[in-house]
């Protein structure tokens, strides 16, 4: 069956939180040409949640909306050349196994996105990025069913309107499209990208001095699983709150206090500052309160150690919001979508 509906559905298994929150109406959608159907549902007159991978989400509660995870899948290479090479990638495939597909064939653009969890349609949503690197740098076109306008449209790269962890879809298009598909360019002929973080060290640990694709995405998923919470062990969303961006006066006045205040020039008016960096430097780092914390290898990350709540992390979410505005004078913003 192409549409499941399903009411009452646990998203234990649906959330890399873990959370046990029930859904009152849940769709699973397996193909493309059912999504028209949606809007012929009686629930298409609920808020809609649109879902993936489950794994940038925060559930505080049973959610008053219909959510419908996107399990729309396929890979098909639409255009090849002796440079590059397109792909129309389906929203419910696995990002990670598409890293995987791209390694395996020697194509370059995403390695440096390895092993984040979640979907295809999902990537747009923040312009995932890790390691130096952002989707929207090899997004040709994001096709979406719009439920307001009832039909199927495309966005090229321009109109996605991509920023740091941000894109048109976060903003004005949230829950009111469902991204079908993804086209990517990627390179035959890359040049990969080594500058961030540990990436080189593990290079150069290996021995590998002219790195293909798969050495990259080899030493990123060594570098994840050595920081990182596994969501299948610990329950998380990855990074929780996004790097704040402050004036460069701000980050002068603070380095006077804080010398050793890490901060990447975006330009001559902006700083990027590590939340991660600020939260541990406050004393959150490994705290634990009832079943929830602050990870203790990973500041930026709140984890469920099993029996926590949804309204759990968030008061502890609020706790280090309020903490650090008022020891920096900096105001964090959720990257986890809250429901
Ligand atoms: P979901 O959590 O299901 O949804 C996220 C948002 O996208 C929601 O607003 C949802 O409504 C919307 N959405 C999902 N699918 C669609 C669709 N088909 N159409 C329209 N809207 C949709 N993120 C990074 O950027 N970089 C990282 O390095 C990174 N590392 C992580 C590590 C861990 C351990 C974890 C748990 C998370 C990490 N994340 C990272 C966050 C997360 O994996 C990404 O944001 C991912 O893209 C979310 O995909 P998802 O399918 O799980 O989306
Ligand atoms: P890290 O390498 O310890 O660096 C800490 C922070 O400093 C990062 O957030 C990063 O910003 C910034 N940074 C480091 N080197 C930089 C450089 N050369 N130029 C610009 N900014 C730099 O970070 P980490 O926590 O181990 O994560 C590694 C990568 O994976 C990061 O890119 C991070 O964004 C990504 N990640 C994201 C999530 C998520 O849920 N969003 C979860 C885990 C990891 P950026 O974040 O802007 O890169």
Redesign the pocket.
Known sequence: MSIQHIQHQSLKHYNTFGFDIEAPYFTVINQVDDVPALIEHEWNVMPKIIMGGGSNMLFTKSPDAWIIKNNIKGINVIDENEDSVMLEVAGGEVWHDLVMFAVGQDWGGIENLALIPGTVGAAPMQNI????VEVKDVIEEVKFFDFETETFKSFDNAACEFG??DSIFKRLYKNKILITSVTFRLQKKYKVNT???AIQDVLDKRGIAAPIVKDIASAVMYI?QS??PDPKIIGNA??FFK?PVITTAHYTTLTAQYPDI?G?VLNEDYI?V?A?WLIETNGWKGRRIGDVGVHEK?A?VLVNYGMGTGQAVWDLSTAILEDIKGKFNIELER?VQVY
């Open positions: 990025g890790a390691y130096g740091y962890r500058s961030y973080g994840r920081k990182l990855g990074s790097n890490p990447y990027k590590p991660g990973q930026l990257e």
